[in-house]
């Protein structure tokens, strides 16, 4: 069984904090949980929501369904309430009328505890109150979160006492009443943007170097948090540009070094990417993907920069595309970014959109223990062994020997302009031809370590669901759900999206009886990549205009349409 | 150690015209750094694209030749990652106040202990002369055949305004006076500019050597560069007398001393230690946001 | 013809936050520009990403909303395209210094007759009130734990050393003080900046509407904006102490004037003579190259 | 009959000057003749040369062969004396000793008329001297080019004389004899950057913004000399950034606005390109592409930007992309350029590269009379008859009606945001999608406007070789060689590149044979486009990684090998 809940009202509210509370609460109940928000690009006002999804089961998609709404405004009673599912009620203050309206009167409970201002953590308790959370997990939230600010304390807890008992109160309640979940009451509450940050962490990060923008701020809030203890070196840049070039310096100087940004901060880093082709060096790039062109939608969802990801940069260099399947993911493949972008001495840039990014997960604890911890830097020993040291020599992976200055009397010199094996400029077609094959070398050393996608269900024969992203655990729901009734379609995810070895990826997609690529994007965008890659044409393709995710209600009822015809 | 400046020799052929007033510069750069007994190994130039920034190629030394204009950025980059070594920027004025203008104001507000050579041709010499940000106005050019409408950049009193804690100027013409001058600047601690006043005798037939030992001369004993508001009038007034010296210094925190934390070891040497990450996951658990 | 603040009426819901000092700028830009008797479709306000950038749809009037930071780079096109128009510019600090700091500091050599009003809150309020330009030096921010380690820009000056033609200060929090000096600035020829010190109660508390009204004075009669040192002492004194009104003044030939051939008609209204080009070649093949 | 001409030396020595002085020497006098540089990113010193391509044919493609060599250095003689054709012969002074050198003293001429400087002159006469140009043609083109500065005019006039004397008087000149051309000697001897700019012209640009990057610098400093005649403002811009956000700027205004650069400062404007697709704004962007990545071979020729150029910029947009088929074709090209951009308010960027631009050939003189002229802006009289004007307006082309402000009391409001109807920034879904779809309907109106490819020959069970670009002549000129054999390949050369609508070239693919790519780049741009867009397989490709031009010579054995076996 799962409750949905939609916490409404304008920015500035306290919406997200109310769902933190509540997240963290249910997940210390052992239940499972994912939160997701909708905001507007303001920061008082308007309308915005944060929904939260509890189950006693695991569940990580997106829906749409509302069984409770906490209504903080007007016009989120208006807007949201016909959202509701059947049965579904609002909690609002008395003076905002409907009929759906529970008789829990946040306001009154509010000023009850002393101060308006605790309107949204008698909606927790109301909510904890409805949904059977134990009172004992409530509490510490609350010194947890106003502990450090006596003032709001008092309030907060009165304001949790109240609204919790008149929930409790409540003659209705039952069919909120959650089961007990599996037990598990040690699962971490983590964001999309933490788990990036602790992924970064994990992989080695020891430079960052960005430039604010939507979604991506919160990565880099988050290593601005943990810079000391994590021993990160972190620069607000003036600009993207600067990012990217300051990126370029620290790798080359033997950091690992990384950013994060959306489109259109990414845009303005090409120049820098191909850079960083050029060079050699390794870097990791977060795009935070959100809908363009241009600005957009700031605060929303997309995904649809893949192809100018695969191509952006001017001349021909390899570079490694991954998009993370999930929150918990997002973790991993950060970490494994850095690892692939020292080994093979390119930029990796890691796709992830706002969604991803803005969610937040009840999860098991990830373990670390396993993750590479490999640098591949000429050691200074090494180098100081060396008779000479050559920046660019040539091998027949197309890996050079990479060393930082500094670490011998060796001097390491790159170049921007095409070189030779030293690092020199050349306006030789020679040597410009043999470094051209090098990097084209490495380009197939590269492909070789291409993970193979995750292939769910016997594709033989059957229809084939193709994600990538955010959107893969909304798909993998609604297919569950769809094979429920033995309907059999399989999916498959792609988790490193470029570059895409032509044969093992032909091969399950020619095995499938139809294609469909779910994308939230105008264009498909890994619908070009796959043509190009497999020349099977895709049959179907679903996809979003609108910069919101997309609910697995309506991908079941699209994919029964689409794919089950 | 005792370093020369043949430990600084190499063996790529140079590019630049006969003449060029960027040979001076070079010489100067390889007397300055031996004679502060740095050996290639621990320094680092730092060029994006031009003439000038193909300097570090004549000179055995570690070598980051980036993109134009954004040499300082890359700088900056390095500068905090390897602390422990000596970073120049040699950029013409092209990239480090035209494409790069942006890096070069806000590097000036961090005061990184960075030294940033400008070789200033008054032209974007490697794509054949166009006019540049110190063009004097009224120079006639293709792009600009009714002469330049603009006003050229006075870097200097953009960098006192914003109290750049070394800044000074020489010229190629000038030999002597240059490798004294990079010295200081490499020696200060903190962000120095070094605005050098280049000859380019392929696209300028005005400002040779001659006009600038005519024009220039050299600040004498009495002058206090710490005087703020008299660097900045020395600056600002009409530019056909240039001074040659240290023309402003201040002291100011340096950018990791004030702020960023220690970094003690250059990055470089950083393992990966992935259970860092364990303690970042427990000090977050604990806390709800 | 005559204008009224009426005239300027948007429907667009404002998405400002409550009490922040956006909204007396956006009256003071009604009243400027009614009161200057300039009709809507004559003026063109060009603005970026973030708060201030937002102004425009919360008037009637010719709005080109384009990027973060290229806000002047814009207006400079639409101006030279469009010269019978009016043209202003309104940025936050962090676009037109931050990301867009390179086009402030070149649109000031060029002289346009321009007018750039930049709402400085001291952040970057649009995206949670990072650190921006003009952050005090030592303030605490997620991403500047120990504090900001730059010195923040000083825009007043900068502008000055580069002989801006006018430099004016305002503050939101003295609303009776902006429309006087917005239309100053647009009636000037030539570039203005117009740098208000806006309140941001969202993320300043110490920059409050009461600070301003302690720490701001109106410049006297006796003062002479168009005295350099002068000003550039008057900004570049330690900043408890903000001086409200004209700061500078300088008579410089304005772009177009001193060197585009002339733009008689706005570029909108130009037909397309493909017969133009047979009179290039006409020239063209005369000359051997 | 032809004779190929190569002027080395090195940078400043004066090729340039002498290769113009020959090449409208030439032309004057009824020959055909292309001709192109290699040079090296410096000003002085090095190797650089220009080579001339003579003929009483036209012809059109890049070759190797050399039958005459003018070398100014020791190096010249030395580097390329090996490129010589059985019978050529080096023009060079005494002390350069070479068995192949023709006993035509280029030094001691030189000194004889008087001055050292005058050598490229002398090899200017002494060419002409030996392939028969008349001598009444050549004495007006020192006049032409000397005759401004007395000092000058002298001694060249002299040199002229002497070393047209000297090689007439050499007893092995016949083989150098150029049979009579076509009696037209009324064509134009014009440059690729000439024409893109003259293109420029006749497309009825106003407005143009740029910064200084080989190889498009040329491009504008010939509107930078037309300015006034044909007024255009030109603005030098202090970054790529700032020019194409005038660009932008200057379009909303109703100028036609164009910038033109290469690879690394496109990179730059890539955010720009983003914003132009949003407000829909039109505008031409000349791509000038070199080897890259980053700086790469900065003077240098390559097609490696085709991908990068179809997906730059975040979030999907309509766009086009043409590429000039000749130095010819840079007129029409460029100038349709400005008028499909105008039309469906898209950008436009017009692909060209080093060997294009630097390209000099002599050509017919194009007319202009037939070129599109219709400017797509509400006029003032129809936008004062509408009641509302809204720049966004629904429409079932995607076009909305697009008006400059100023010209009417309506006001126009683009907004980089996702906007309404109005131009005014939303955070509505609803709207979001009404917005993405009208882009998408214009998206198709602009591909049903697409050019269809250039075919040459029977594709119909044949091998089929496809082109775009710069390498189009020489691959043309290679394949009427090999099809003089009645090897019956044919060509498909494409002038517009993207969108490219999937039918028509389909049905052309899948007809051949064989279908064989030919691209100056290490990665396939073209390749990729066409398997995604047509799904069939390419089965050669000839690519080329050193930065230089295919040559005829190579092709028709890469063709012979690849193509016909
Ligand atoms: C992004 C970018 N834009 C343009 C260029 C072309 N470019 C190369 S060097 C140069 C100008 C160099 O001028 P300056 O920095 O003054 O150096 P100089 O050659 O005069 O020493 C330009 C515009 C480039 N390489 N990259
Ligand atoms: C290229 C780019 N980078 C980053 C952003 C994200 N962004 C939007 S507004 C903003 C800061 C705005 O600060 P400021 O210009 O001071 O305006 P304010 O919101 O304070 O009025 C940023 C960084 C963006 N839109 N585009
Ligand atoms: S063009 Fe000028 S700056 Fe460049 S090498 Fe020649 S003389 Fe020096
Ligand atoms: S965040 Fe600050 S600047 Fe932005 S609207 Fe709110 S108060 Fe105004
Ligand atoms: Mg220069
Ligand atoms: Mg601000």
Same mark, same amino acid.
């Given at each position: 069984?799962?409750?949905?809940?939609?916490?409404?009202?304008?920015?500035?509210?306290?919406?997200?904090?109310?769902?933190?509370?509540?997240?963290?609460?249910?997940?210390?109940?052992?239940?499972?949980? #994912?939160?997701?928000?909708?905001?507007?690009?303001?920061?008082?006002?308007?309308?915005?929501?944060?929904?939260?999804?509890?189950?006693?089961?695991?569940?990580?998609?997106?829906?749409?369904?509302?069984?409770?709404?906490?209504?903080?405004?007007?016009?989120?009673?208006?807007?949201?309430?016909?959202?509701?599912?059947?049965?579904?009620?609002?909690?609002?203050?008395?003076?905002?009328?409907?009929?759906?309206?529970?008789?829990?009167?946040?306001?009154?409970?509010?000023?009850?505890?002393?101060?308006?201002?605790?309107?949204?953590? %008698?909606?927790?308790?109301?909510?904890?109150?409805?949904?059977?959370?134990?009172?004992?997990?409530?509490?510490?939230?609350?010194?947890?979160?106003?502990?450090?600010?006596?003032?709001?304390?008092?309030?907060?807890?009165?304001?949790?006492?109240?609204?919790?008992?008149?929930?409790?109160?409540?003659?209705?309640?039952?069919?909120?009443?959650?089961?007990?979940?599996?037990?598990?009451?040690?699962?971490?509450?983590?964001?999309?943007?933490?788990?990036?940050?602790?992924?970064?962490?994990?992989?080695?990060?020891?430079?960052?170097?960005?430039?604010?923008?939507?979604?991506?701020? *919160?990565?880099?809030?988050?290593?601005?948090?943990?810079?000391?203890?994590?021993?990160? %070196?972190?620069?607000?840049?003036?600009?993207?540009?600067?990012? #990217?070039?300051?990126?370029?310096?620290?790798?080359? *100087?033997?950091?690992?070094?990384?950013?994060?940004?959306?489109?259109?901060?990414?845009?303005?880093?090409?120049?820098? $990417?191909?850079?960083?082709?050029?060079?050699?060096?390794?870097?990791?790039?977060?795009?935070?993907?959100?809908?363009?062109?241009?600005?957009?939608?700031?605060?929303?969802?997309?995904?649809?920069?893949?192809? @100018?990801?695969? @191509?952006?940069?001017?001349?021909?260099?390899?570079?490694? $595309?991954?998009? &993370?399947?999930?929150?918990?993911?997002? /973790?991993?493949?950060?970490?494994?970014?850095?690892?692939?972008?020292?080994?093979?001495?390119?930029?990796?840039?890691?796709?992830?959109?706002?969604?991803? /990014?803005?969610?937040?997960?009840?999860?098991?604890?990830?373990?670390?223990?396993?993750?590479?911890?490999?640098?591949?830097?000429?050691? &200074?020993?090494?180098?100081?062994?060396?008779?000479?040291?050559?920046?660019?020599?040539?091998?027949?992976?197309?890996?050079?020997?990479?060393?930082?200055?500094?670490?011998?009397?060796?001097?390491?010199?790159?170049?921007?302009?095409?070189?030779?094996?030293?690092?020199?400029?050349?306006?030789?077609?020679?040597?410009?031809?043999?470094?051209?094959?090098?990097?084209?070398?490495?380009?197939?050393?590269?492909?070789?370590?291409?993970?193979?996608?995750?292939?769910?269900?016997?594709?033989?024969?059957?229809?084939?669901?193709?994600?990538?992203?955010?959107?893969?655990?909304?798909?993998?729901?609604?297919?569950?759900?769809?094979?429920?009734?033995?309907?059999?379609?399989?999916?498959?995810?792609?988790?490193? $999206?470029?570059?895409?070895?032509?044969?093992?990826?032909?091969? #399950?997609?020619?095995?499938?009886?139809? #294609?469909?690529?779910?994308?939230?994007?105008?264009?498909?965008?890994?619908?070009?990549?796959?043509?190009? %890659?497999?020349?099977?044409?895709? +049959?179907?393709?679903?996809?979003? %205009?609108?910069?919101?995710?997309?609910?697995?209600?309506?991908?079941?009822?699209?994919?029964?349409?689409?794919?089950?015809? | 150690?005792?370093?020369?400046?043949?430990?600084?020799?190499?063996?790529?052929?140079?590019?630049?015209?006969?003449?060029?007033?960027?040979?001076? /510069?070079?010489?100067?750069?390889?007397?300055?750094?031996?004679?502060?007994? $740095?050996?290639?190994?621990?320094?680092?130039?730092?060029?994006?694209?031009?003439?000038?920034?193909?300097? &570090? !190629?004549?000179?055995?030394?570690?070598?980051?030749?980036?993109?134009?204009?954004?040499?300082?950025?890359?700088?900056?980059?390095?500068?905090?990652?390897?602390?422990?070594?000596?970073?120049?920027?040699?950029?013409?004025?092209?990239?480090?106040?035209?494409?790069?203008?942006?890096?070069?104001?806000?590097?000036?507000?961090?005061?990184?202990?960075?030294?940033?050579?400008?070789?200033?041709?008054?032209?974007?010499?490697?794509?054949?002369?166009?006019?540049?940000?110190?063009? &004097?106005?009224?120079?006639?050019?293709?792009?600009?055949?009714?002469?330049?409408?603009?006003?050229?950049?006075?870097?200097?009193?953009?960098?006192?305004?914003?109290?750049?804690?070394?800044?000074?100027?020489?010229?190629?013409?000038?030999?002597?006076?240059?490798?004294?001058?990079?010295?200081?600047?490499?020696? !200060?601690?903190?962000?120095?500019?070094?605005?050098?006043?280049?000859?380019?005798?392929?696209?300028?037939?005005? !400002?040779?050597?001659? @006009?600038?030992?005519?024009?220039?001369?050299?600040?004498?004993?009495?002058?206090?560069?710490?005087?703020?508001?008299?660097?900045?009038?020395?600056?600002?007034?009409?530019?056909?007398? !240039?001074?040659?010296?240290?023309?402003?210094?201040?002291?100011?925190?340096?950018?990791?001393?004030?702020?960023?934390?220690?970094?003690?070891?250059?990055?470089?040497?950083?393992?990966?230690?992935?259970?860092?990450? +364990?303690?970042?996951?427990?000090?977050?658990?604990?806390?709800?946001?």
């Amino acid at each position: 069984m799962e409750i949905n809940i939609r916490i409404a009202g304008a920015a500035g509210q306290g919406m997200q904090t109310a769902a933190d509370l509540l997240g963290k609460g249910v997940t210390r109940s052992g239940w499972h949980v #994912i939160a997701y928000s909708d905001a507007e690009s303001r920061i008082r006002g308007g309308l915005n929501f944060n929904h939260l999804r509890v189950s006693d089961q695991p569940c990580a998609g997106v829906t749409n369904r509302v069984d409770i709404l906490v209504a903080l405004t007007r016009e989120a009673v208006e807007q949201l309430a016909p959202t509701l599912t059947e049965g579904g009620v609002i909690l609002c203050s008395e003076e905002r009328e409907h009929p759906r309206r529970a008789p829990l009167n946040l306001a009154q409970l509010a000023e009850q505890a002393g101060s308006k201002r605790v309107e949204s953590t %008698v909606a927790v308790a109301l909510v904890a109150g409805l949904i059977g959370l134990d009172s004992s997990v409530l509490e510490p939230l609350i010194h947890e979160r106003f502990g450090g600010d006596a003032a709001k304390l008092e309030p907060n807890l009165k304001a949790m006492t109240s609204g919790y008992a008149a929930a409790q109160a409540w003659s209705n309640r039952e069919m909120f009443v959650l089961p007990p979940g599996d037990g598990q009451t040690e699962r971490l509450w983590l964001a999309g943007h933490e788990a990036l940050a602790l992924g970064a962490v994990a992989g080695g990060v020891t430079f960052f170097a960005g430039y604010p923008m939507s979604p991506a701020t *919160a990565i880099f809030s988050n290593l601005g948090d943990w810079q000391k203890q994590a021993g990160i %070196v972190i620069e607000q840049s003036e600009d993207e540009i600067a990012a #990217i070039n300051m990126v370029a310096g620290a790798a080359y *100087a033997g950091a690992r070094a990384m950013t994060a940004t959306s489109g259109g901060g990414f845009a303005l880093m090409v120049e820098g $990417l191909s850079l960083l082709g050029m060079i050699e060096a390794p870097a990791v790039i977060v795009l935070g993907q959100r809908p363009g062109p241009a600005t957009g939608l700031p605060t929303r969802t997309a995904q649809g920069d893949l192809n @100018f990801a695969r @191509f952006a940069g001017h001349g021909s260099f390899p570079r490694i $595309l991954l998009a &993370p399947s999930s929150v918990p993911d997002c /973790i991993n493949v950060t970490a494994y970014a850095f690892d692939l972008a020292e080994r093979f001495q390119v930029p990796v840039i890691v796709l992830t959109d706002q969604l991803q /990014i803005d969610t937040t997960v009840s999860m098991a604890a990830p373990s670390f223990a396993e993750m590479p911890r490999e640098r591949y830097l000429l050691t &200074p020993e090494a180098l100081r062994k060396l008779p000479v040291y050559r920046r660019y020599e040539q091998a027949e992976s197309g890996l050079s020997p990479m060393a930082a200055p500094g670490d011998s009397h060796h001097t390491v010199v790159v170049d921007s302009d095409e070189h030779d094996e030293e690092g020199h400029m050349t306006e030789s077609g020679e040597v410009a031809e043999r470094m051209v094959r090098k990097r084209l070398r490495k380009a197939a050393s590269v492909e070789q370590a291409a993970w193979a996608p995750d292939v769910t269900g016997e594709v033989e024969g059957r229809p084939l669901v193709i994600t990538w992203g955010s959107c893969r655990e909304s798909v993998a729901e609604a297919l569950a759900q769809i094979n429920a009734n033995g309907a059999g379609v399989a999916h498959m995810n792609l988790r490193w $999206l470029w570059p895409l070895p032509a044969e093992p990826i032909s091969a #399950i997609v020619n095995a499938a009886s139809s #294609i469909t690529v779910v994308e939230n994007s105008p264009e498909g965008g890994l619908v070009s990549v796959l043509r190009e %890659v497999t020349l099977r044409k895709v +049959d179907h393709e679903i996809r979003s %205009v609108t910069g919101r995710p997309f609910a697995v209600e309506y991908l079941i009822e699209q994919l029964t349409q689409e794919v089950m015809a | 150690m005792s370093v020369s400046t043949a430990d600084y020799a190499s063996s790529v052929p140079i590019a630049w015209c006969p003449g060029c007033g960027n040979f001076a /510069i070079l010489n100067a750069v390889k007397k300055s750094l031996s004679e502060l007994d $740095l050996p290639p190994d621990r320094v680092v130039i730092c060029t994006g694209i031009g003439q000038a920034p193909k300097l &570090p !190629h004549y000179l055995r030394v570690n070598t980051f030749n980036g993109l134009h204009g954004r040499e300082i950025a890359s700088a900056i980059g390095i500068k905090l990652a390897a602390n422990d070594l000596t970073v120049i920027v040699h950029a013409g004025e092209g990239g480090a106040y035209g494409e790069g203008g942006n890096h070069f104001l806000h590097a000036i507000r961090r005061n990184m202990d960075l030294t940033v050579v400008v070789h200033d041709n008054l032209n974007y010499a490697l794509t054949k002369g166009q006019a540049s940000p110190t063009t &004097p106005a009224g120079t006639v050019k293709r792009l600009q055949p009714e002469g330049v409408a603009s006003q050229p950049l006075n870097p200097l009193a953009l960098a006192i305004s914003q109290s750049c804690s070394f800044v000074g100027q020489g010229t190629s013409a000038r030999a002597d006076l240059l490798a004294g001058l990079l010295k200081a600047a490499i020696r !200060h601690r903190g962000f120095s500019l070094v605005h050098i006043l280049q000859t380019c005798p392929s696209w300028d037939r005005i !400002h040779t050597p001659q @006009f600038y030992k005519e024009h220039c001369y050299e600040l004498g004993e009495d002058y206090d560069p710490q005087d703020r508001d008299a660097a900045l009038r020395l600056v600002m007034t009409p530019e056909d007398r !240039h001074p040659l010296g240290i023309l402003y210094l201040e002291e100011r925190p340096l950018y990791n001393e004030s702020a960023l934390h220690e970094i003690e070891q250059p990055l470089r040497g950083r393992l990966v230690e992935p259970e860092t990450a +364990d303690q970042v996951l427990k000090q977050l658990a604990a806390k709800t946001k």
